[in-house]
């Protein structure tokens, strides 16, 4: 929405919701997440046509256009629990604006939602007790974190879809006129609703598939002494696959890629199409079996133990450039470690401890009562140096661009002998660490000693 009102300066733009405590955040000199360009976006526009807002009924009737752009998550009980996506969030606000407006307005999807979510928001809207009619559009976001304004400035493609009749259309049309304020015309499609519905899906489960792809190719790398990055070298000059999402890692983390592919897996479930469905859920089978094989691999590694062993994690967020560690693989990575009773020294630019924790505990019900002692081996570090002294192996989990520039020299001699190192991201100088002294392992590359 910040993207919109920077690019639209006649359009007046009103974030709302229910907590006053995120809006005040909103309002303040510190925004409540972390996007490179973000505060420049806010500052630039807050208080001139970006608005926030507590006052849901009266933004509502004011407005012409309203985006939902509520939470989805995955259901944790009932029908489909632990693939379904709950669209609790979407048929709440919808009924809200039929309760609240008086006249028609345009309602954009802009959650990612399970196909044939549009219908049971318009069924929602068209069971107003005035007699108003609205059209239902949806209009799903591509963009990354850590390159989310970028994304946003110079998308793509902006995808709309919506209804393929006369009032349909007009409304589409209603869209891309704000989209044209900043975005070439070629490169916003339409299409009916449930095409841009699956469009998201797939979208990120393509992505996805790519990662799991390259990352079962390094295990094949790791047992025959391939280098899984020349074998990445060699498929990206390949037009037709290209370089992208082809780096090996620890697995894959965020909030869409595992929710909108268990997601996609309950539909097809639904649908009776299990081929498909099995098809796709291998995506994240192969997931977790890459974030269970780096843990298996540090404690092998590691003479078979790492019990009361202090082990430094660089990296606690999903992804560089941003705070957000929903489904972290380093969230998976740590509760394997803290099962072998290892005191884990977390280090991570962005993130907060009550952050980690959170996450730790509503992912994998990792707290306090699931494991003794949980603040005695799971401990927040201020400083990469101090995580790493006394440590016998680090694990970097995120592939921040700081982590490049330590000095290891330094940070070897504080360490206990050997140290460790295993690179789940493969960005640092390997050869430089073995030079200093390290036992180096990482993701799909050879440790034979005469490479």
Not at 135 to 153: K, R
Not at 206 to 225: G, H, M, Y
Not at 321 to 341: K, P
Request: proline letters at 3%; aromatic letters at 8%; one cysteine or more.
């Amino acid at each position: 929405m910040a993207v919109i009102a920077d690019n639209c300066p006649n359009i007046k733009v009103t974030v709302l919701d229910l907590s006053a405590q995120q809006i005040a955040g909103w309002n303040s000199e510190e925004l409540p997440i972390y996007e490179p360009g973000l505060d420049e976006v806010v500052v630039r526009t807050r208080n001139k046509n970006l608005f926030f807002s507590t006052d849901v009924d009266g933004v509502v009737e004011d407005s012409d256009i309203i985006f939902i752009s509520v939470n989805t998550p995955t259901k944790l009980a009932g029908i489909g629990a632990g693939r379904a996506a709950n669209i609790k969030n979407c048929e709440l606000a919808a009924r809200n604006i039929a309760k609240v407006a008086t006249r028609g307005k345009i309602v954009v999807e802009k959650s990612t939602v399970p196909v044939r979510t549009a219908q049971a928001v318009a069924t929602v809207l068209a069971n107003n007790d005035k007699g108003l009619k609205f059209q239902v559009l949806s209009n799903p976001e591509f963009l990354a974190e850590g390159t989310a304004i970028d994304d946003l400035q110079n998308p793509g493609r902006v995808l709309i879809g919506g209804m393929q009749n006369a009032d349909g259309l007009a409304a589409i049309e209603t869209l891309v006129s704000v989209y044209e304020h900043w975005v070439p015309r070629d490169r916003i499609l339409t299409t009916n609703l449930w095409s841009s519905e699956v469009s998201k899906l797939v979208a990120n489960a393509f992505l996805a598939q790519r990662v799991s792809s390259i990352n079962s190719i390094s295990a094949l790398c790791e047992a025959t002494d391939a280098d899984v990055y020349e074998v990445q070298r060699a498929l990206s000059y390949d037009a037709r696959i290209g370089p992208k999402f082809l780096n090996a890692s620890v697995g894959f983390g965020g909030s869409c890629f595992q929710k909108d592919i268990m997601n996609l897996v309950y539909i097809c479930e639904s649908l009776g199409l299990q081929e498909c469905a099995d098809y796709w859920h291998q995506v994240i089978k192969m997931n977790e079996y890459q974030k269970k094989r780096f843990s298996k691999n540090m404690v092998s590694r590691m003479f078979n133990t790492v019990s009361f062993k202090k082990i430094c994690v660089l990296g606690f967020a999903f992804k560089k450039d941003t705070g957000d560690t929903r489904e972290a693989a380093s969230a998976f990575v740590c509760r394997d470690l803290l099962e072998e009773q290892a005191y884990i020294h977390v280090y991570d630019p962005k993130v907060t401890r009550k952050q980690m924790l959170s996450e730790m505990d509503y992912t994998l019900h990792v707290n306090n009562e699931t494991i003794p002692k949980l603040d005695e081996h799971l401990i927040t570090s201020p400083d990469p140096y101090s995580a790493c002294e006394g440590s016998h192996a680090i694990a970097v989990l995120t592939e921040w661009d700081e982590f490049k520039t330590y000095d290891y020299k330094k940070i070897y001699d504080s360490m206990s002998k050997p140290a460790f190192v295993f690179d789940g991201r493969n960005i640092l100088d390997h050869a430089a660490l073995r030079e200093i002294g390290f036992e180096v392992y990482c993701i799909g590359k050879p440790t034979s000693k005469h490479f």
